[in-house]
């Protein structure tokens, strides 16, 4: 099977160096980074926590890594990438995870690299270089009220009639369906069929009539949404693929959003925050014997999780598909990420409360208090954690299924 | 960075699987056990297959490969719970090849690639490898070294030392005048080792300065931690195998999703551990290594081996408790060899002293 990104001539084996080009890729992109991480772009991303919204700033670096050509740079060149494969995606992703950066891996990496493969050529034509520049982004519609973990059962409907297609339904935790310009959407095309074999992909503008947003207000401080779909007319053109073989194509794109699956930077971040703090401020901490011991587990814990993304990363970069090797590197990143949050509160006391809106008074921006909010919704997020270990268990170490 | 072994490295292994299966299957490991000696016969395989000269440059009569050969082979000695000198024998070949003069190297490679055996005595008092009190003075090496392993049976001693106010490593012969064997230690993994006293034992060669003897703490802490990783590995494979044989409850256990969530879980830790050990030793390779990330893989290993092995024995029950069965081998073999340049709590130390000051 054909992975659309991420693979090349294979170099130098047991080599465990980044490439001249790889390392001045990443000179350049902090270079980037750090010209546009401004004052009023981190106020941004404050605010963008609660609201979801982009604002100007975060648009103008949304756009300059389109111009600067780093966000597409391991799409193939037929596509307007530059064939560079899994590690510039993997060193990307490292960079802007790390500094908080704002990028649509959703739309870039998820639903770009899928209709790469399953779309159309005239899908391809008009979709690729939208979603490119950023100006198609999309929302995922695939989790309803009764298909969470078991996606397969979804129910929303879509009937075609004529030259259009006709949708009716509810999906829920439709994350950025307010903001975004079109919905990638799984819906039953063939209700008689066996569950998995009864589903299509289509993408559609969330303009359409008939599409209602209504919003749910996440502990995490950002926004969700529950969409419902009401005699929803789109296109015959609409489809992705091959009729009721959308629950193969959203696997396929769950598989390719493994490329950067595990958010392993953010814990060096947290780390370095807290490191940063303890020096600077709390002298009386970074000589306590437990603060030191502490910290120096959440770095092994952070070279774990580096350990494992890179391994993923390495595989991919091969040519192959990671099975257990993404799994493991999800749920050990995403569950560390809310112990090293909570590490970093508890070492704190009082002030690890502090929210982000208390200005100078809350430690690091507020950083440590917000993820810890959010990490729930990376460890269930994206395949739950404990499916993941599942899927290690069973796809891995080909254990027998219960 | 490609993780993929070279195809060298792949014939290393699958010969070294067939090998080690028939020269040290399970009965023979346990007489070297019961003998507290290394197996002469098998060390002349080893010698005859050409492993004991992988890593010593051909000019020095072996083969010029790179650490990360060398690990393939020390994985599957590990994997076959093999009690021999290998291991130190090849960071004492390491260590003469990085910091030993034309000389010295020109003398010893070549008779460590033909099967001399060294053992390391670096260790004193408590395992106190810093600030040394043994001396090596107009080449004489005098003080107490201890978790000598092989102590016994090597022919040669790597002793650190001082002469002269400067550190260094002392090559003293094992039948030397004044080497002297003061106390066998029973250690939990069964390798043999002994305190060893030198009183005015004459050196063969001396290789100067702190350096090397840095170099000697630093290989053979990666290599513990390697070995540690090699030992999770195997009693993490037996386990995964025997959870798919042992039916209870009318099925496999390995069905039951609180057997498969732990042992997803420690695959994790072994594959994180996997990537950090040939990580590291390609740096060793680079003269990139850190002495920060030396501890950081000490630590994670020295965790995993323990926490791996411990549950392996909790999943396979009654049977991997027993000595007539194999899995026993890697939990006192690894948890030794997670103890050897030092345990995880030093390594946090290092680790936290990098972060904080």
């Known amino acids: ?402 | 960075m490609d993780l993929q072994p070279t195809d060298l490295q792949e014939l290393l292994r699958s010969n070294a699987e067939d090998v080690l299966a028939r020269e040290a299957p399970a009965d023979r490991v346990r007489q070297m056990e019961a003998s507290g000696e290394p197996d002469a016969e098998l060390w002349s395989t080893l010698v005859d297959l050409g492993w004991t000269g992988l890593a010593i440059d051909e000019e020095h009569g072996g083969q010029g490969g790179s650490l990360l050969d060398l690990a393939v082979i020390i994985e599957q000695l590990c994997r076959n719970a093999v009690l021999s000198p290998f291991v130190p024998t090849a960071l004492a070949a390491l260590v003469v090849q990085r910091h030993g003069d034309e000389a010295l190297r020109a003398d010893l490679l070549p008779r460590i690639a033909e099967g001399a055996t060294v053992a390391i005595a670096l260790a004193e008092g408590r395992g106190e490898m810093h600030d040394l009190a043994t001396t090596g003075e107009d080449g004489a090496v005098s003080g107490e070294k201890r978790f000598v392993e092989y102590a016994r049976s090597t022919d040669l001693h790597l002793v650190a030392a001082s002469r002269n106010g400067a550190s260094g490593l002392a090559i003293v012969p094992t039948s030397a005048e004044g080497v002297s064997i003061e106390q066998d230690l029973a250690s939990i993994g069964k390798t043999p080792q002994a305190i060893v006293a030198y009183d005015g034992a004459r050196a063969d060669a001396w290789i100067e300065g702190e350096a090397a003897v840095e170099d000697l703490r630093r290989l053979g802490s990666a290599l513990a931690s390697l070995e540690s990783y090699a030992h999770a590995q195997r009693a993490l494979d037996m386990t995964v195998d025997y959870v798919q044989t042992r039916v209870q409850f009318g099925r496999p256990i390995g069905s039951f999703q609180a057997v498969q969530m732990r042992l997803a879980d420690l695959a994790t830790r072994v594959q994180a551990s996997n990537f950090l050990v040939h990580e590291l030793l390609w740096h060793f390779g680079e003269g990139s290594e850190d002495p920060e990330q030396i501890a950081v893989v000490k630590a994670v290993t020295a965790q995993t081996v323990a926490q791996v092995t411990q549950d392996c024995h909790l999943l396979h029950g009654g049977i991997g408790f027993i000595t007539e069965y194999d899995l026993y081998f890697h939990t006192i073999r690894g948890k030794e060899a997670s103890l050897r340049f030092g345990g995880a709590g030093e390594a946090l130390r290092t680790v936290a002293n990098a972060l904080l000051d």
């Open chain 1, 1 to 402: 099977m054909r992975v659309p990104i991420g693979h090349r001539e294979r170099a130098v084996r047991m080599h465990y160096g980044w490439t001249d080009e790889q390392l001045q890729f990443r000179d350049d992109l902090r270079a980037f980074i750090a010209e546009h991480r401004t004052e009023e772009l981190l106020a941004e991303l404050d605010e963008y926590h609660d609201t979801h919204e982009y604002g100007p700033a975060m648009r103008r670096f949304r756009t300059g890594l389109d111009e600067a050509g780093f966000s597409t740079m391991a799409w193939p060149t037929e596509y307007g990438g530059q064939n560079k494969g899994a590690f510039y995606l993997f060193i990307l992703k490292e960079e802007l995870e790390y500094w908080g950066m704002p990028y649509d891996a959703l739309s870039v990496l998820s639903v770009g690299t899928t209709i790469m493969r399953f779309g159309s050529e005239s899908q391809k034509r008009e979709w690729l270089p939208k979603i490119q520049t950023g100006e198609m982004n999309f929302a995922i519609g695939y989790t309803e009220p009764n298909a969470g973990t078991d996606l397969a059962s979804l129910q929303t409907r879509a009937v075609r009639d004529g030259d259009e297609w006709v949708i009716n339904g509810q999906k829920i935790y439709t994350s950025a369906a307010h903001n975004a310009s079109h919905l990638f959407m799984a819906a039953r095309t063939d209700p008689e069929a066996p569950k998995h074999r009864g589903i299509s992909v289509f993408v559609f503008p969330l303009d359409t009539p008939g599409i209602t947003v209504r919003p749910l207000w996440t502990m995490g401080g950002g926004r969700t949404n529950e969409t419902f779909y009401e005699d929803v007319r789109i296109p015959a053109d609409s489809i992705v693929g091959e009729e009721n073989r959308g629950w193969y194509t959203i696997m396929n794109a769950l598989d390719l959003e493994r490329v950067t699956i595990g958010p392993y930077a953010p814990i060096k971040r947290v780390l370095d925050l807290m490191v940063e703090h303890v020096r600077e401020e709390r002298p009386e901490l970074r000589d306590d014997p437990i603060v030191r011991t502490k910290l120096a587990e959440t770095k092994l814990d952070y070279e774990i999780a580096r350990a494992l993304a890179t391994t993923n990363a390495a595989i991919i970069d091969g040519g192959h598909t990671p099975t257990m090797e993404a799994s493991m590197t999800k749920v050990w990143s995403t569950d560390m990420k809310e112990r090293v949050s909570n590490l970093a509160m508890d070492l704190l006391g009082w002030e690890g409360a502090l929210h982000v809106s208390n200005g100078e008074i809350a430690p690091a921006r507020g950083d440590f208090e917000g993820r810890w909010r959010l990490s729930p919704s990376t460890r269930f997020g994206g395949g739950t954690n404990d499916v993941q270990r599942q899927i290690i268990a069973t796809r891995g170490l080909s254990l027998p299924r219960g």
